[in-house]
Nanobody, 124 residues
Framework: QVQLVESGGGLVQAGDSLRLSCAAS????????MGWFRQAPGKERDFVAAISPTGSSTNYADSVKGRFTISRDDAKNTVNLQMNSLKPEDTAVYYCAAVRTFSPPALFYEYDYWGQGTQVTVSS
């Protein structure tokens, strides 16, 4: 079992930066690929970014490439999402997810564990 807790959300203005963190429980965190998804009101849960267990492979949605960076710190059992140049369309609840696999999946149904989410609101 893996428990995930997100933090770092908030209200910012367009162009600002925000850093989300996801703290994971368990002693085998380094065996899990980690992902970030987001869901805006009335919309489906969309892929944002993912990172492999070793951190050597990352995957990003086209909409966030060049603005968002995913990273992991296995010593702290955390995965982070650095979000720069935020836009109003980035407004959503952001979820952290985990799956025990080698590659960083981009499909939500490939993940086994989910956090409760953290709200990010970007004003124009």
């Amino acid at each position: 079992q893996v428990q995930l807790v997100e933090s770092g959300g908030g209200l910012v203005q367009a162009g600002d930066s925000l850093r989300l963190s996801c703290a994971a429980s368990g002693r085998t965190f380094s065996s899990y690929a980690m992902g970030w998804f987001r869901q805006a009101p009335g919309k489906e849960r969309d892929f944002v970014a993912a990172i492999s267990p070793t951190g050597s492979s990352t995957n990003y949605a086209d909409s966030v490439k060049g603005r968002f960076t995913i990273s992991r710190d296995d010593a702290k059992n955390t995965v982070n999402l650095q979000m720069n140049s935020l836009k109003p369309e980035d407004t959503a609840v952001y979820y952290c997810a985990a799956v025990r696999t080698f590659s960083p999946p981009a499909l939500f149904y490939e993940y086994d564990y989910w956090g409760q989410g953290t709200q990010v609101t970007v004003s124009s």
